[in-house]
Nanobody
Framework: QVQLVESGGGLVQPGGSLRLSCAAS????????MGWYRQAPGKQRELVST???????RYADSVKGRFTVSRDNAKNTVYLQMSNLKPEDTAVYFC???????????????WGQGTLVTVSS
């Protein structure tokens, strides 16, 4: 099976930091874009940050200067370092990968199950 698994979410106070990790498992040869989306209660899912296999990055304006995305292509893993967290960062964070090329020759769009980040005092 091919899937994404996130970890690192939790409860943190405003101004604190948290690092999320996401690893793609299964027989994957390569992944084009990997990154993170988030969905707060009552809101639509939005892009947080992505990185291509060529290290080109994108960030939502609301997180620029506070969040940093990185990835290890050899391990098919992407990270999100979050600093100076604010209550408005509270959301379920979803890992994303597209396309993931499998050993069987398939090209897949993958989503993780989500990890909850709560920023509150």
């Amino acid at each position: 099976q091919v899937q994404l698994v996130e970890s690192g979410g939790g409860l943190v106070q405003p101004g604190g930091s948290l690092r999320l990790s996401c690893a793609a498992s299964g027989s994957i040869l390569s992944i084009g874009t990997m990154g993170w989306y988030r969905q707060a209660p009552g809101k639509q899912r939005e892009l947080v940050s992505t990185m291509t296999s060529f290290s080109s990055t994108r960030y939502a304006d609301s997180v620029k200067g506070r969040f940093t995305v990185s990835r290890d292509n050899a391990k098919n893993t992407v990270y999100l370092q979050m600093s100076n967290l604010k209550p408005e960062d509270t959301a379920v964070y979803f890992c994303y990968a597209n396309p993931a090329k499998t050993l069987a020759g398939r090209y897949l769009e993958l989503w993780g199950q989500g990890t909850l980040v709560t920023v509150s005092s």
